[in-house]
């Protein structure tokens, strides 16, 4: 038992010894892992580890430092561009409370391509809240400030110094303060804080390691410039060289990546737009299943609608014709009324100075009038001849009465209406010469017992069309010339362009059939 206690003993003494060393080896291996992985991380657009064990962002040409050990100078901060669209917004409202244009035009001016600052001089949201609690702002003036500004917005001295009307020096050193106390870890422009002198350092040591080593033994010519020169100067390529390799190497990895990820977001982009032009694929089957009932259905709304146009179309025309034929009319009376006076009157300019009778009755009818007696209609001759030329018209018939343009009165009125009614003919009514001339061209299109306007010449056929539109107008009646379809454009796709092409032939084929028909209703009227 002791002996198996012993080994027990021992056993149980050693598994915690075992355990130890495994535990302390998957340390190391996990540590040597993540060394490994943050090297492979490092560089501009992945990880940066400080001095202090803090990962940040990595980034070109910046290192990072504790504010509060390193006291940077103003200009070993990193800067940045920022830009500040909604700070402008808060800040133009501000300005104009407070009277302060120049200002506002001032940081415009300034910000117009972007505003640049040291990356890390800044208050954020919240700190800036309760700076202005404590300095007795007013809680209307906090809550804009609150409900304006994100809670992870930055501060940054410019915007301080433009908002509050403080100076700008004041506000950096309030900013850096504030980071400082935070013990923040900031960005600071690596070429900047870097030791300088990296050569001069290395051959420095070269010439101190000459003359310290020279007084001991085997340390010979030989050695120190051989050996120990050549060493120094593999190191100092070294550093120089791995420092420029590595930083083109990132650079260009980093550049790499960027346009990798841009052409992934174009990648995708393309795949959306051409997904989107896709998006109504999958309705195509339930259009076709309906496809047949929706196109009957909408070719009878189009036919009753076509006719329904046809109706209005002829409606409108009909009343317009209607319209014009009694303004003739109307004017055809006025024009009568007038030209009996102006005939009357122009019978008596050449009656007058031929007539002697008529000169002495005018004569003594003015005598007359000068001694005040009444003057009847018989003795005046003016009255007596408008008169007489009134009752001359009573009972002539003016359409059948011969006219006469130097004749009667009744000859010139009967010459000037039976011109009016001419011209009512020629505007209003289809005259004998119209009828003839269509009868004449409809004998070219004979074609046994019907017509085929075809094998019409074309003149013919446009002077047979222009017939057919202006006699139309004169009586006022409508037919549609087309369908108001449209031949459809050819497209990039062979096999769809025969089927258009089809399609057109066909539509070609139905406009000539109505041309047709059209024309062949207007002759079989004459």
Request: overall charge neutral; hydrophobic content about 40%; charged content about 25%.
């Amino acid at each position: 038992r002791e002996g198996s206690g012993g080994l027990n003993l021992h056993g149980q003494n050693a598994r915690p010894s075992c355990t130890k060393s495994s535990s302390r080896s998957m340390r190391t291996s996990g540590q040597s892992f993540l060394e490994r992985l943050f090297a492979a991380l490092q560089g501009p657009g992945g990880a940066h580890i400080t001095k202090y064990h803090i990962v940040k962002p990595g980034k070109d040409n910046v290192d990072y430092d504790d504010f509060l050990i390193a006291l940077p100078e103003r200009d070993h901060l990193a800067s940045f561009t920022k830009e500040v669209p909604l700070f402008l917004r808060y800040l133009k409202v501000v300005t104009d409370q407070e009277a302060r244009p120049e200002a506002f035009a001032a940081f415009l001016e300034r910000a117009k391509t972007g505003l640049v600052v040291e990356s890390d001089v800044y208050i954020s949201a919240d700190e800036l809240l309760a700076i202005m609690w404590k300095n007795g702002y007013s809680e209307q003036e906090r809550n804009a400030v609150q409900f304006t500004f994100p809670a992870d917005y930055k501060f940054h001295y410019p915007e301080l110094s433009v908002m509050f009307d403080i100076p700008e020096e004041d506000t950096y050193k309030f900013c850096m303060r504030t980071r400082m106390e935070s013990s923040h870890i900031g960005e600071l422009d690596f070429s900047k804080v870097k030791r300088q002198g990296l050569i001069r350092d290395h051959w420095l040591i070269f010439g101190t390691g000459l003359l310290i080593f020279k007084s001991f033994p085997f340390f010979n010519y030989y050695f120190g410039v051989k050996v120990f020169g050549t060493s120094m100067w593999c190191w100092t390529m070294w550093s120089v060289l791995n420092r420029f390799v590595a930083k083109t190497c990132r650079r260009n990895e980093y550049m790499a990546a960027q346009k990798t990820a841009q052409d992934v977001m174009d990648g995708e982009d393309a795949i959306v737009n051409s997904m989107r032009r896709f998006a109504n694929d999958a309705k195509c089957v339930e259009y076709l299943k309906t496809f047949k009932q929706d196109s009957e259905s909408k070719i009878g709304d189009y036919r009753k609608a076509l006719v329904m146009k046809m109706k209005d179309d002829l409606t409108e025309r009909a009343a317009k014709q209607l319209q014009a034929i009694s303004s003739f009319e109307a004017s055809m009376g006025s024009a009568m009324q007038e030209l009996v006076v102006r005939e009357a009157a122009a019978s008596f300019k050449e009656k007058f100075p031929q007539d002697k009778a008529m000169q002495d009755k005018a004569f003594l009818a003015a005598v007359k009038g000068l001694g005040g007696a009444a003057v009847e209609t018989s003795e005046d001759p003016v009255a007596s001849h408008f008169a007489a030329a009134f009752k001359s018209l009573q009972g002539v018939d003016l359409a059948t009465a011969k006219g006469n343009a130097s004749g009667t009165l009744a000859e010139r009125v009967a010459f000037a209406q039976q011109a009016k009614e001419a011209e009512f003919k020629q505007t209003f009514m289809v005259t004998a010469a119209e009828a003839e001339e269509v009868r004449s061209l409809a004998s070219k299109a004979k074609s046994g017992q019907d017509y085929d306007f075809s094998k019409m010449p074309a003149d013919a056929l446009a002077r047979l069309e222009s017939l057919y539109v202006s006699i139309n107008a004169k009586v006022g009646y409508s037919l549609p010339d087309s369908l108001g379809s449209q031949p459809i454009a050819a497209t990039s796709d062979s096999a769809a362009n025969t089927y258009v092409d089809k399609v057109n032939a066909q539509l070609s084929s139905a406009m000539a059939g109505l041309r047709d028909a059209r024309l062949k209703a207007f002759v079989q009227a004459f």
